[in-house]
């Protein structure tokens, strides 16, 4: 037979044995928390506590990075099996406690069986080794491609196309990303940057949250980047990502950052994170998205949109916003979504009334007349239809937006401003570094008011039909097309 070298037969001897581990384990299949929504997201039986994701990135971002993740988590009762979500790399070897555990992958879902069952109440640490390959559909979320390396957009359920986890917001846990790149790109993630260490032609940058995040909210920027800092309120540090020829270009928009943090902070309370700032990437995505504690922007919004400033600042007011509303709280349930994009919406229509944008009021006029629209298309705001098969970015519909707004401006104009405003303080402090469902904004809202809302926010939340405006019993809202 031809010579095979030691290191050749070893990774022959590894493959041979991750494909029989691979096809040992029985009948595997994917399981779910039950979400309305994404019914096969996220995993029953254990509560993620921490992820330690190490990422290889070769400098091309055309080409899988080569990665290992570690889970540490407590089971929730006795387990025979780890169902993890992950799709779009290769699993080459998993650990669970140290030792070797079989495996399977089916549908999106990576299902591994321990040496041993694992009781109820038990630490676990998983250990993963696997490629991300970010070359999928741009549409599909996950990584996101740039002119010079990769960002990362999420939302909704695209986490797991990079790492495998425990992929819904109501799992939160701490993480640490240890990313190596060549040593001429920057890499920039979640939270406070921690070591730096040259090696060759390399560098590791490692970095950690100092809170619990949701997956959908990770974000890594590998790229030819220059990191601008400032100091926002109470000396809290402002970083910001941009590619290393726009810096002059983009410093005088994003120098708007700490008064736009003073502004959110009077009206809701203090920014609840280490540090805030603004990821601006050379790509095209449709979106701006709220990646805790650094928020992803396409360049071209900024460089090419040719948007009024009132316009430009009130999108980054949302982002902003969404720290709260979305990040430090997060959605128990994808159909609580409405409190994400209504709040960060309603916090973008009252910042551009007061910098030279339109009204609050004729904003939400215009809503009121395309609400039963929008409902009609979409669902009602606290009970949205699935988004279209192949398309989960549909989800974000006008009635998650500006038509959950509406439900906002309504209930403010039924209880007053004084006691919105006690509700919107109580929310982020009660809820902070947790979730929360719409059942307990509706509470929420009830002890804020001094009496039960249920009856008004169920027809507002969950109504086919717009109910009667407060205070505008002239505003009519139009029959949805063919209906009419």
Known sequence: MPFISRRLRAALLAA??????????????????????????????YDVRAYDIAFVYHGDNNKPLDAVTRIDARTTEPLDRI?????????????????????????????????????????????????????????????VRTADGLAMANQADAAHRVFPSNDHPSDKAYFTFRVTAPRDLTVVAN????????????????????????TELAQVSIGRSAVLRRTGPHGLPVRDVVPAADRERLEPRLSRTPAQLEWMEEQVGR??????????????????????????????????????????DSIMVHELAHQWFGDSVAPRRWSDVWQNEGHATWYEARYAEEHGGPTLQSRMRTAYTLSD??????????????????????????????GSALVLYALRQEIGERAFGRLERSWVRRHRDGDAGTADFVRLA????????TTFLDAWLYGTKTPPMPGHPDWRSAAPAGQQ
């Open 271 to 312: 920014y609840p994170f280490e540090t805030y700032g603004l990821l601006v990437a050379d790509t095209r995505t449709g979106f701006e998205l709220e990646t805790q504690t650094l928020s992803l922007f396409e360049r071209a919004l900024f460089l090419e949109s040719g948007y009024p400033d009132w316009y430009l």
């Open 191 to 214: 939270g406070f940057p921690t070591r730096e260490v040259r090696h060759g032609t390399d560098t590791t940058w490692t970095y950690r949250t100092a809170h619990p995040m949701a």
């Open 83 to 143: 169902n993890l979500d992950f799709t779009r790399g290769t699993v080459r070897s998993v650990d669970v406690n140290g030792l070797r555990a079989e495996y399977a992958v089916t549908n999106e879902d990576l299902v591994i069986q321990p040496p041993s069952r694992l009781p109820a109440g038990v630490p676990v640490r998983i250990t993963v080794h696997h490629t991300s390959d970010p070359t999928g559909p741009a549409d599909s979320g996950g990584w």
């Open 446 to 453: 009830s002890r804020a008011a001094g009496r039960d809302l």
């Open 373 to 402: 629209g929008w409902r009609a298309a979409g669902g009602p705001p606290a009970r949205p239809d699935a988004p279209a098969p192949g398309d989960k970015i549909s989800l974000f519909r006008p009635v998650v937006y500006d």
């Open 16 to 45: 041979a044995s991750a494909t029989l581990v691979a096809a040992t384990l029985p009948s595997p299949v994917p399981l779910g928390i039950g979400d309305p929504l994404f019914p096969e997201l996220g995993n029953p039986g």
